[in-house]
Nanobody
Framework: QVQLVESGGGLVQPGGSLRLSCAAS????????MGWYRQAPGKQRMLVAT???????NYADSVKCRFTISRDNAKNTVYLQMNSLKPYETADYYC???????????????WGQGTEVTVAS
């Protein structure tokens, strides 16, 4: 099975930075698009950033110029560098990935179980 495991969350002061990582493991033949989402308590999950297999990125308007998504294909890992964090960005952050477990088969969407980010003084 394919697993996505997020790490790097924690407590950070407003204006601080965190770098989240999400590593895919298991039956991973090829990873296409990868992305980060967040879900604050009582709110819907929202897209934060995505990166496709060619390295093209897109961001939610609220995080542009502060967050950077990147990937290391050799490590099957996607990163999210978050700078100038705001208190309202406290949320569980989830990564997802479009993965073909075996080349020539279908592409499936996988989700990690999330990492908690708390922005508070």
């Amino acid at each position: 099975q394919v697993q996505l495991v997020e790490s790097g969350g924690g407590l950070v002061q407003p204006g601080g930075s965190l770098r989240l990582s999400c590593a895919a493991s298991g039956r991973v033949s090829r990873i296409y698009a990868m992305g980060w989402y967040r879900q604050a308590p009582g709110k819907q999950r929202m897209l934060v950033a995505t990166i496709n297999s060619g390295g093209s990125t897109n961001y939610a308007d609220s995080v542009k110029c502060r967050f950077t998504i990147s990937r290391d294909n050799a490590k099957n890992t996607v990163y999210l560098q978050m700078n100038s964090l705001k208190p309202y960005e406290t949320a569980d952050y989830y990564c997802d990935a479009d993965i073909a477990p075996i080349l020539g088969t279908g592409i499936y969407i996988y989700w990690g179980q999330g990492t908690e980010v708390t922005v508070a003084s």
